[in-house]
């Protein structure tokens, strides 16, 4: 199906541990994003990318590394992996400005 | 830091009533958008007004803009038990980076049937 995903949809994983979440979308947007949200703070942007090998921070890149090395996926690492790091994340992919949200990727970080 | 503040955090209405929801930015911005999330679900794009643009009808949704007060509005008329949701709004700010989009904490919506 055309559209944007996400996997796993779920993950547990331990302090320290490193992990990658994936989002991939068909529609070769040029524009995509990260975003955690937690209760209380809303959608925080964490990395986002206009093109192939061009991405750039946001509020909240600290223990976030990504890439993008073909314009339809945008991993997101998160280096050694820390319970404040626990929250729902989200990728998207814009087009003229309106963006494109994946299911969410729920990590537990213990 | 939020840019984009909705007002009320939540809100119970009856179904076939009018709900209203309000979004306070605090700069320039290039577009404003309103955003759906049902429970677990990613969110999903209602509708975006441009800051040369006032009003703007989507269905059952009208969206308002006043640039001159940073503030927005989303009305949903005759509102239904499926549209209880979180209602987010985002703000697209001005040249460089506007496809960035800066999102408010949102507005909980109860629809009781």
């Known amino acids: 199906d055309a559209g944007i995903t996400q996997s796993p949809r779920y993950k547990i994983t331990e302090t320290g541990r490193q992990v990658t979440l994936m989002c991939h979308q068909t529609?070769?947007?040029?524009?995509m994003f990260w975003y955690r949200q937690d209760l209380g703070h809303g959608l925080r942007l964490i990395y986002y990318?206009?093109?192939?090998?061009?991405?750039d921070k946001g509020e909240v890149p600290d223990g976030y590394v990504v890439s993008r090395s073909k314009t339809e996926n945008f991993p997101l690492t998160l280096e050694s992996a820390t319970r404040s790091q626990t929250s729902v994340y989200f990728c998207?992919?814009?087009?003229?400005?309106?963006?494109?949200f994946g299911p969410g990727t729920r990590l537990l970080v213990l | 830091s939020q840019q984009g503040e909705e007002d009320p955090q939540a809100l119970s209405i009856q179904e076939g009533e009018n709900a209203t929801m309000n979004c306070s930015y605090k700069?320039?911005?290039?577009?404003l958008q309103w955003y759906r999330q049902n429970s677990g679900r990613g969110l999903v794009h209602l509708i975006l007004?441009?800051?040369?643009?006032r009003e703007k009808h989507s269905g059952r949704l009208r969206v308002t803009l006043d640039t001159s007060k940073k503030s927005s509005s989303l009305l949903i008329t005759a509102s239904r038990a499926a549209d209880t949701a979180s209602y987010f709004c985002?703000?697209?700010?001005?040249?460089?980076?506007?496809?960035?989009?800066?999102f408010g904490k949102g507005t909980k919506l109860s629809v009781i049937p």
């Open positions: 998207a992919s814009s087009e003229e400005g309106t963006q494109y």
């Open positions: 529609w070769s947007h040029s524009y």
């Open positions: 990318s206009a093109a192939a090998d061009i991405t």
């Open positions: 700069t320039s911005i290039n577009n």
């Open positions: 007004i441009r800051s040369n643009e």
């Open positions: 985002a703000t697209g700010r001005s040249g460089a980076g506007s496809y960035q989009l800066t």
